[in-house]
């Protein structure tokens, strides 16, 4: 069975101090793929990243950093220098790489809140 | 910019009326899903469809149908809605192999 495990329910910061949400995934696929969304306070789901299974290489993107480990099964997010309009609740979510299956498997959602 | 569009962004419906969600995407994307979302449940899939007039039943299709007679609508219809169905309602679209784009949702409170 596939799962997503998001364990942090919530999470509060002061603005500039760095956070990481934490991810595990379980699936029994050689092939599959992990994705990263953030829902800010207006409701809609916004894409972060997509980091496929064969490929382990750390993503930074400005403030933005992931962690894929396939040996823990993790796919860590790393906020650097928090900032207020962080705030959101993220999702993290599993896809099989299998051509034709389309459906996702979110985890839980971590809310942020980064305090000024 | 690509867009998926929810006709409301807030819904007050009685128990046991019909109940129409509409979703309208402008990227030709073949898939699309509706999710519906639950403080401590996450997003859970209630149907998709790969293409038009194709429907698979997700985690929670019961007391849910849906229609896509073209490519870019997908309809989530609540037959006789209840209670429990009071909830965020979160239409998304993709093409194979990509990322989900998603609509700002639709909050439907069943009074």
């Known amino acids: 069975a596939q799962k997503v495990t998001q364990a942090q329910t919530e999470i509060s910061v002061v603005e500039k101090e760095d956070v990481t949400l934490d991810c595990v995934y379980e699936?029994?696929?050689?092939?599959?793929?992990l994705f990263w969304y953030k829902q800010p306070p207006s409701g809609e789901l916004v894409f972060l990243i997509r980091?496929?299974?064969?490929?382990?290489q750390n993503e930074i993107s400005g403030r933005y950093s992931w962690n894929f480990q396939k040996s823990t099964s993790s796919f860590n997010f790393t906020i650097t220098a928090s900032q207020v309009v962080d705030s959101a609740v993220y999702f993290c979510?599993?896809?099989?790489?299998?051509?034709?299956?389309?459906?996702?498997?979110f985890g839980t959602g971590t809310r942020l809140k980064v305090l000024a | 910019d690509v867009k998926v569009t929810q006709s409301s962004r807030y819904l007050v419906k009685r128990t046991g009326e019909k109940v129409f969600l509409e979703c309208v995407q402008d990227?030709?994307?073949?898939?699309m899903f509706w999710y519906r979302q639950d403080p401590g449940l996450g997003l859970r899939l209630i149907y998709f469809?790969?293409?038009?007039?194709?429907?698979e039943k997700g985690d929670i299709p019961e007391g849910y149908s849906v229609s896509r007679e073209k490519k870019e609508r997908f309809s989530l219809i609540l037959e006789s809605a209840s209670t429990n169905q009071t909830s965020m309602y979160l239409c998304?679209?993709?093409?194979?192999?990509?990322?989900?784009?998603f609509g700002s949702g639709t909050r439907l409170t069943v009074v």
């Open positions: 998304a679209s993709s093409s194979p192999g990509g990322g989900y784009t």
């Open positions: 699936t029994r696929d050689t092939t599959y793929y």
């Open positions: 980091r496929n299974s064969f490929d382990e």
């Open positions: 979510a599993l896809r099989k790489g299998t051509s034709g299956t389309y459906k996702y498997i």
């Open positions: 990227m030709d994307h073949e898939n």
């Open positions: 469809s790969y293409d038009v007039k194709m429907k």
